[in-house]
Each structure stands twice: as C-alpha cells, then as structure tokens.
C-alpha cells in the first residue's frame, strides 16, 4: 500500500453516548454508562440496550433509522470538516458498514398483512432507497467510488480500511468512511439466543462480567489527502496510518482460542502504518464484555504491547452497536488523540486476573502519536486501524 498521507478532517457521531461528539465527551467525562431497560422495538426480551436518547431527530417514516442515524453522523463530520456538500471539483467516496441496514425492516409490512391482508408499500420503497452509501452518495451529490460492507461486528473498521485504500490508490480525494446500526428485534433474538446478552449494564474485561448490551448509533470519519487539505486549507492534525484484517475461519460466532487471527490483524495494520508497537500510546479494544472475547483480546494485546498497555473500553457507554462499533469507536479513538484523553471504561470495576491487561479506571491523559482501534466479528473476522496525529 502507498504511503500517501491520509488525514482525517471530519468527525461525526451518535450513540446512547449522545448525539454528536461534544456530548459523547460530556458522557465520557461525567462517566455516563447507562442502558435503557427496555429495548425500542416491541419484545419479550427483557435485557437492557442502549438506544440514541434523541427519538425526534432520527424518526423519519420514509428512510430506515439506520440511514437516518448514518446521515446525522455524515452531516456532523462534514461540519466538523467545513466541507461543501456538493463539492464539483472533487471526488468524494462512500464506504460505510452495516448489519442490520435494510434487510429488517419488513417486519411492521408483515405484521400488518396477515392481521389485514394488506400492507403499505413504503417498506419496499425504504428497502430499494436503503443501500447506505448510495443513499449517502446520492444525498450529499457525491461521485466518487460507494461500497457498503456487511461484515459482521467489524463492519465499520473494515469500510474505513477500504476507504484508506481508496484514498491512497488515488480512487478518490475524500472519502465518507465508517458504519451505522440501528436497535432490531433480530439481532436481539439472535445475541439472546446465543446467551451472550447481560441482564445487567455491560461490564468490559470486568471478573464479574455476563455478557454485552446491544446499542445502535453511526460513527462516521471524513478521510482526505494531502492534496486534498491543501487545496481546501482544511484542518489536519489527525491521520489515518494503518490497517488490517484477517479471517481466522475457526468458528461461526467465536474467535480462535490463540486470538491468532486478532494478532495477525493488528501487526498488519501497525505495518502498514509503519510504525512499531511500542509507538501506540494507546488501544481502544473491542472489549464486548463477553467472557471468551473479552479474555482472548486481553491475552493478544498483553502479547504485542506488553501487560501495561494503555486500554479503553467504551462499549459501557454505548453498548454493542455492530456494524456501527468500528465506526464509532474510530472516532472514539480520534477524540482520544485529539483531546489528550480517553474516558474511564464504564461497567469495569473488578480485575480479572485471567486476562493480563485491564482498562483504565478513570479519565486518563494520554500521549504519544498513534493509537490502535480493534475489531472481532463473527465468522473469525479481524480487523484493526491505526490512526495518529500530527507532532
């Protein structure tokens, strides 16, 4: 891959952590990890989720939630970026990852036709205007290359390395990079099936850890290259360095027990970053607060960045939001570089000593010039981002 630099210019989030990254930062700060009791969606499934706490700003009859939460996130790093929203002179990708996206949303079109025997059709017209980065693309008038990912729980790093890659093949000059979920009674059923769901507030590499929340929301960067920023004088102090991905194909829903395919992910992305581990200040971990996730992770980063590695885990905030999670926790870990801290890791309180790193306890300031964002997803997909600021 070149070594053509790749700034991120734009940062947009929403989540249970708020909407937008000045109140995300507010809940870091005040340590706010609160899921709701009860899920959005009608269900017997009493286990509490994290939903967005801004209802009128995502409803919207005629467009998914998801592409809804998506464009609040798009529109916000845009902002961030003072970036025109049909810019003629420039090509500007759509890489975004999902899950859930469109292919629930028939559930209310069911429901209704066997309780009357007929349904509105605005269901299909949602389904056919429902491909994340086409709806994007065409929505801000965007023409360069648009991709939408479905690649499980690392669908949102795995759509912002596509995006990298675009950027430094000289596809695009820009590029809208990240995911976006919205709550489903679907994968509720699923994860409950599973018995992976805490009836409780999620508790990241916690001893007493039961199982994750899952959230929705959209974490979106603005990728751009150096032509790029200089021709639009645009901010650039924050990087995206490096990426990688392995597929370890060991289980349907479980990573391999050695987290070989985790840590064959994250020397793939530190090389293509160029840079060494001692170089991460810090690593913003998947951590899902599942007992085998939570102790396999822990073991492959206490193995490549020794035990005192600097870690968070901001799942306590935000619960599991899928194909949204690498999205958002990439911000995340942008905010950390650029502000000089990370939040406290909500739900931790007790070490387990089986897992020989533990996240911090508390606001934490950070230094250095890179930092790691980790992914694992079903059917052994791994994939991590090394993001950096300028010196």
């Known amino acids: 891959m070149s070594s053509t630099p790749v700034f991120i210019t734009g940062l947009g ?8 990254c000045a109140a995300t930062l507010e809940s870091f700060r005040n340590g706010n990890g609160n899921p709701c009791t009860a899920a959005r969606e009608e269900t017997p499934i009493a286990k509490p989720v994290f939903t967005v706490g801004d209802p009128a700003a ?40 999902t899950t859930v996206a469109c292919q629930l949303n028939d559930i209310d079109f069911y429901r209704e036709l066997r309780a009357s025997g007929q349904a509105s ?8 205007r429902g491909n994340l980065s086409a709806a994007v693309a065409e929505r801000y008038g965007f023409c360069g290359p648009t991709l939408t990912i479905t690649n499980a729980c690392s669908s949102g790093t795995d759509a ?51 199982g994750l929340n899952l959230g929705e929301g959209a974490g979106i960067l603005l990728l751009e290259t150096d032509a790029g920023v200089a021709r639009r004088d645009a901010p650039a102090v924050l990087t995206c360095e490096g990426y990688g991905t392995f597929g370890d194909a060991h289980h349907l829903t479980a990573p391999r027990e050695d987290g070989s395919g985790l840590e064959a ?4 992305a530190l090389t293509t970053a160029g840079c060494a581990p001692d170089d991460i200040g810090f690593i913003n971990a998947h951590g899902t607060a599942t007992a085998t996730n939570d102790a396999i992770e822990g073991t492959v980063l206490a193995r490549v960045f020794g035990t005192d590695c600097v870690l968070s885990a901001t799942k306590g905030y935000t619960g599991h939001t899928l194909g949204a999670a690498g999205g958002l926790e990439a911000v995340f870990t942008a905010l950390g570089l650029r502000e000089g801290w990370i939040p406290a890791s909500a739900g931790y309180k007790n070490r387990d000593t089986s897992i020989p790193v533990a996240p911090v306890t508390r606001m934490t300031n950070v230094t250095g010039r890179y930092a790691l964002s980790t992914s694992l997803a079903f059917g052994g997909n791994n994939s991590a981002l090394v993001l950096g600021r300028q010196p």
């Open 121 to 128: 059709a605005v269901v299909f017209d949602r389904y056919l």
């Open 265 to 268: 992910a994250i020397r793939g």
């Open 13 to 20: 989030a929403v989540s249970a952590a708020g909407t937008g």
């Open 160 to 210: 912002i390395g596509m995006a990298l890659a675009w950027l430094r093949a000289g596809l695009c000059e820009a590029a809208i990079a990240g995911g976006a979920d919205e709550l489903s009674r679907i994968p509720m059923a699923g994860f409950n099936a599973l018995g992976i769901m805490s009836a409780t507030a999620c508790a990241p590499f916690d001893r007493d850890r039961q």
């Open 58 to 97: 995502i409803a919207n009859a005629e467009e998914m939630r998801t592409l809804r939460l998506a464009t609040l996130a798009v529109d916000e790093a845009l902002s961030d970026a003072r970036f025109r929203k049909r810019p003629s002179d420039i090509r500007v990708g759509v890489c975004l990852g």
